[in-house]
């Protein structure tokens, strides 16, 4: 004590807490979930472009492969200077932890689709749109199954934004039951924590899996 609690007292913190838990948890999700759909839809838009332009490719992997490496951790002093709120500087970050890892691996698969399939549609008169989104695309969705390992990057980047200037979220209550020395209450949120990324994991794996093989989720 007072460090390492007992079971006991985790429990009652659950339950004295479970107002402001539930209310952090929530925002925790939804600064999550627009932090995450930011990155992916950026991250598909440059991935396409660096796989199938040579050009675009020329000019924006060199620049991928220095920016991109640098935790989004490490911009936290610049995101709060340039960004208006908080909030939108923890969404910022989270769309750059997702960002760097979804457009290497969508390049890498658009960039490997097969020539034969391209021919192909060629022959059959397809132009450039048809070819990017209906034969490259489709061509690397295997790759897309990596959009769920952009969700690690991003619970880590969450919680360390939330502990910086966001008011509410798991990241802020674990800060700032640590300022009061409150150890129950920090184990509490690291019990919800557990529970509510891995249920974001496996949830996500499961409907990504689902999609590709063709089912309904």
Same mark, same amino acid.
């Given at each position: ?23 952090s948890?929530?925002h ?20 396409i472009?660096? =796989? ?22 490490? #911009? ?15 969404? *910022? ?5 997702? #960002?760097f ?18 021919d192909v ?5 397809? =132009? ?21 390992? =952009? ?15 966001? $008011?509410?979220?798991?990241? #802020?209550?674990?800060? #700032?039951?640590?300022?009061w020395?409150?150890? =129950?209450k ?8 557990a ?13 990504v899996?689902?999609?590709?093989? *063709?089912? $309904?989720?």
């Amino acid at each position: 004590m007072p460090y390492f609690p007992g079971p006991a007292a985790v429990l009652q913190s659950l339950v004295n807490d479970y107002r402001l838990l539930f209310d952090s948890t929530w925002h925790s999700l939804l600064l999550l979930l627009s932090g995450y759909a930011l990155g992916v839809i950026l991250a598909l838009v440059t991935g396409i472009c660096i =796989g199938w332009s040579s050009r675009v490719r020329y000019w924006g992997m060199p620049l991928l492969k220095v920016v991109g490496p640098i935790p989004a951790t490490a #911009w936290i002093p610049l995101a709060m200077v340039i960004s208006p709120s908080a909030t939108f500087s923890a969404v *910022g970050l989270i769309a750059l932890a997702v #960002w760097f890892p979804v457009t290497m691996l969508t390049a890498s698969g658009i960039s490997n689709t097969r020539a034969s399939y391209l021919d192909v549609a060629r022959t059959l008169g397809a =132009g450039r749109a048809y070819l990017i989104f209906r034969v490259a695309v489709p061509a690397a969705m295997p790759a897309s199954l990596s959009l769920v390992h =952009g969700l690690g990057t991003s619970f880590l980047t969450l919680v360390v934004a939330e502990t910086v200037g966001v $008011k509410s979220g798991l990241g #802020w209550y674990v800060s #700032w039951a640590q300022g009061w020395a409150e150890y =129950g209450k920090v184990f509490a949120a690291l019990i919800i924590m557990a529970a509510f990324f891995s249920t974001i994991m496996t949830s996500c794996s499961r409907c990504v899996t689902m999609c590709w093989s *063709g089912k $309904k989720v």
